[in-house]
């Protein structure tokens, strides 16, 4: 760092380009104490999670895997309504861009 205009007692003007290094600096070092302290967090929530899974829980029972395999299909079915819902709103309003793919294309000649 040099100092430029340097005043009688001791103190000085710091050129832009040193302050920018000290800023650019600074703000690095924050940045990776802030992304050790969230890699630091994931490992400990990891290592959490496999103290739950090694603590012996119960098997799942089939009503409650079938509870679960229902909740994302539905969602699926839900998000896939949803799709179709707002393609057609969207031409109908005549905001679609028709892109054509070699896979839609083929879907459309075969079957």
């Known amino acids: 760092m040099t100092l430029e205009n340097e005043k009688p007692d001791g103190t000085g003007i710091m050129s832009m380009d040193d302050a920018i290094r000290i800023i650019q600096s600074h703000e690095r070092a924050r940045q990776g104490r802030l992304r050790a302290k969230q890699i630091r967090e994931l490992r400990l929530n990891d290592q959490r999670a496999r103290q739950r899974a090694n603590m012996g829980e119960s098997k799942m029972d089939k009503t409650l895997a079938a509870t ?44």
Do not use: T
């Open 68 to 111: 679960i395999i229902q909740k994302y299909y539905r969602r699926h079915v839900v998000r896939r309504e949803a799709k179709k819902f707002r393609d057609e709103e969207y031409m109908f309003l005549g905001m679609v861009i028709i892109i054509f793919s070699i896979v839609k294309l083929r879907k459309s000649i075969l079957g």
